[in-house]
């Protein structure tokens, strides 16, 4: 395993629930990402955490909101899904942004 | 921003036979290119990486080469088993040292290992 855990593994939801994604890494790192993998599409940079605090949105819509409460912890929450927000939720860390990023195993979404 | 394009989305060799995938960028800027092995189920795993100042790296059956001028990286699979099968994916990022780029990933290579 490389050290970086995601809950849950899969998740349905209606487009009007409310969900969170959990991440939690236990290397030590500085930094951690969230990634959308959708089919045949190239994974997306979606926010980045440096110290707990956010240094990056890829223009992401407002419906996915991220928080960082410390440098081991990262949430994802979901409200107002669309279906083509149905896709990998893959979260990762790194102990700096110069070095390799280890990825957890993702949460495969579907939105109804 | 950075734009990485990957060659061929899907690729079947023999087994035993050698592998080869491509990756082009854009950013001139960009100087740390990781490979990823992506198996069913799992999240992406780094197999190999390159800095811009080393023109070729090798770990046993893996290999990946660096042109900077031409702004392309290629990752090179020796000896094929069938544990090989997966989905690669190159990337690239600017060595900001304290940036905050995240990596710009290619589209993927699905490999296959015919037996």
């Known amino acids: 395993e490389t050290g970086v855990t995601q809950t849950p593994r899969h998740l349905v939801m209606g487009m009007t629930n409310k969900k969170s994604l959990k991440c939690e890494q236990h290397?030590?790192?500085?930094?951690m990402y969230w990634y959308k993998q959708s089919a045949k599409k190239p994974l997306e940079l979606m926010f980045v955490?440096?110290?707990?605090?956010?240094?990056e949105n890829n223009s992401v819509p407002s419906r996915f909101s991220p928080e960082c409460p410390n440098s081991s912890h990262l949430f994802l929450h979901l409200h107002t899904l669309q279906p083509e927000d149905s896709a990998l939720y893959l979260c990762?860390?790194?102990?700096?942004?110069?070095?390799?990023?280890?990825f957890g195993p993702g949460t495969r979404l579907t939105v109804l | 921003g950075e734009n990485v394009e990957q060659h061929p989305s899907t690729l079947s060799v023999q087994e035993g036979d050698s592998a080869v995938i491509k990756c082009t960028y854009s950013?001139?800027?960009?100087?740390?290119f990781p490979w990823y092995k992506q198996e069913l189920g799992k999240g992406p795993q780094l197999i190999i990486d390159?800095?811009?100042?080393?023109g070729e790296k090798k770990d046993q059956r893996i290999a990946v080469t660096l042109n900077k001028t031409a702004k392309h990286f290629s990752l090179h699979i020796t000896e094929t088993q069938p544990e090989d099968s997966a989905v690669y994916f190159c990337?690239?990022?600017?060595?900001?040292?304290?940036?905050?780029?995240?990596?710009?990933f290619g589209k993927g290579t699905h490999l296959i290992i015919q037996p």
């Open positions: 990762a860390s790194s102990q700096d942004f110069a070095n390799e990023q280890f």
């Open positions: 290397l030590g790192h500085n930094a």
């Open positions: 390159i800095r811009s100042n080393v």
């Open positions: 990337a690239g990022t600017p060595d900001s040292g304290g940036g905050a780029d995240g990596l710009t």
């Open positions: 950013d001139s800027a960009s100087n740390y």
């Open positions: 955490y440096n110290f707990k605090e956010q240094t």
